[in-house]
């Protein structure tokens, strides 16, 4: 069984910062792609960043500049600066995973951690 366990999310004013994290545990060969979510009620969960093995890291428009990654072998963490109220919502960890040597794939989510930025 593979886990994905974020933690770091809080409480902050604007323009403060946070550092997300998200580790992967339990039995798997490789983790081919890592991405972080948010979601804010009433709304679709939309895509902060994703890091491909061996590609590029795609952020989204809203969090350039502000927002960056760093990549562990099983972990990915999410380096939040100059926070807005608008970047408030439950961050979630994603990560496609191979499990066997065939190829077989799963994609896994975390519980995910609640950002609230004041103004």
Known sequence: QVQLAESGGGQVQAGGSLKLSCVVSGRFLR????DWYRQV???QRE???RDIRGGSITLADSV???FSIVRDRNAMFLNMNNL???DTGVYFCAAEVVLSPLG?????WGRGTQVDVSS
């Open 41 to 43: 009620p009433g709304r």
């Open 47 to 49: 895509l902060v960043v």
């Open 64 to 66: 350039k500049g502000r």
């Open 84 to 86: 807005e109220p608008e």
């Open 104 to 108: 077989t794939g799963a994609l896994f």
């Open 31 to 34: 983790i081919d792609a890592m």
